[in-house]
């Protein structure tokens, strides 16, 4: 694919599923209304859509049509705004800007915000549940995959192990094993609902998306510290990032912002690696690597 395909491909993956949370939210006029003005805030106030992104690129690597993956794409993306509401609240990170905009606990109250995450959370399941145009295995699957992913073992316990390790020393290991569950995890699922909608895939081909999801996954978490810092530097001549600001340890902190930005960089490496068996038809999972490549924001 041309650098223009790719730019197409992604636009239109964004508007597929920002259609789609627009008709799977409730409309901000029925009741309770705070309460879906306060979920419809909180979804479509932009973002990368990185999630449905992976969803959409994995589906083209396997020929999976890209109507049945609106509602997985569109799933992924509640549970990860769900985890945005709830990480901003005063009990968590205490934040007060979101994508430029008052969070959530700001822009409504801590109750609504809270309700807001929970209803976002339950209406993903909802929505994989109902997406009727998949068989009722694969939606049983799905829905098994997405609660893995978003549950003690996956985001909310990497989520726990974040707030444990406040005011801690991590090793490199530790800090990993803490970003795997809370970012990687969700990352992951959305490359597995893919898989899933397309039916039984050979071992060796899901285990290389496997592999190129928990690379982008890393890498990821790793770039969010490493532009905190370089952002903070910017702003203040400060090389403390707000984690830091928060006495979390980040990849910065534990190995230096050099070696972290080379961490990024061979994830990223290995995750081309992992998909390099598979045809042109993949572009679009290379294509995100190399937007994240040359990421600054």
């Given at each position: 694919m041309s650098e223009s395909e790719l730019d197409s491909f992604r636009a239109r993956c964004v508007a597929r599923v920002q259609a789609t949370l627009?008709?799977?939210?409730?409309?901000?006029?029925?009741?309770?209304?705070?309460?879906?003005?306060?979920?419809?805030?909180?979804?479509?106030?932009?973002?990368?859509?990185?999630?449905?992104?992976?969803?959409?690129?994995?589906?083209?690597?396997?020929?999976?049509?890209?109507?049945?993956?609106?509602?997985?794409a569109a799933a992924v993306e509640l549970i990860h705004a769900y985890s945005l509401i709830h990480d901003d609240l005063p009990a968590m990170d205490d934040d007060e800007l979101r994508r430029g905009r008052p969070t959530c606990h700001k822009a409504f109250d801590e109750a609504t915000a809270i309700l807001a995450g929970d209803a976002l959370q339950t209406l993903a399941f909802q929505t994989l549940a109902e997406a009727t145009d998949l068989s009722a295995a694969a939606r049983v699957s799905m829905v098994a995959a997405l609660a893995q992913a978003s549950g003690s073992r996956g985001m909310a316990g990497g989520q726990a192990l974040d707030l444990a390790a406040e005011g801690k020393h991590l090793d490199r290991v530790m800090l990993e094993h803490i970003h795997i569950h809370k970012t990687g995890a969700l990352i992951r699922?959305?490359?597995?609902?893919?898989?899933?909608?397309?039916?039984?895939?050979?071992?060796?081909?899901?285990?290389?998306?496997?592999?190129?999801?928990?690379?982008?996954?890393?890498?990821?978490?790793?770039?969010?510290?490493?532009?905190?810092?370089?952002?903070?530097?910017?702003?203040?001549?400060?090389?403390?990032?707000?984690?830091?600001?928060?006495?979390?340890?980040?990849?910065?902190?534990?190995?230096?912002?050099?070696?972290?930005?080379?961490?990024?960089?061979?994830?990223?490496?290995?995750?081309?690696?992992?998909?390099?068996?598979f045809p042109s038809r993949a572009d679009p999972l290379r294509w995100v690597v190399e937007s994240l490549l040359r990421r600054t924001a």
């Open positions: 627009d008709q799977l939210l409730p409309a901000p006029q029925i009741e309770p209304t705070r309460l879906h003005e306060a979920m419809r805030y909180s979804v479509m106030n932009g973002g990368k859509r990185i999630r449905p992104l992976l969803c959409y690129a994995a589906g083209e690597a396997l020929g999976v049509a890209p109507a049945l993956l609106d509602r997985p699922s959305a490359v597995r609902l893919a898989i899933l909608a397309e039916g039984p895939l050979d071992v060796e081909h899901a285990e290389r998306l496997d592999r190129y999801a928990k690379c982008v996954g890393l890498a990821f978490q790793i770039q969010d510290d490493v532009l905190d810092v370089i952002a903070e530097t910017a702003v203040t001549g400060k090389t403390r990032g707000r984690d830091q600001e928060l006495d979390k340890s980040t990849y910065p902190s534990v190995v230096g912002l050099s070696e972290a930005k080379e961490m990024a960089n061979n994830l990223l490496t290995d995750a081309l690696t992992a998909v390099s068996v």
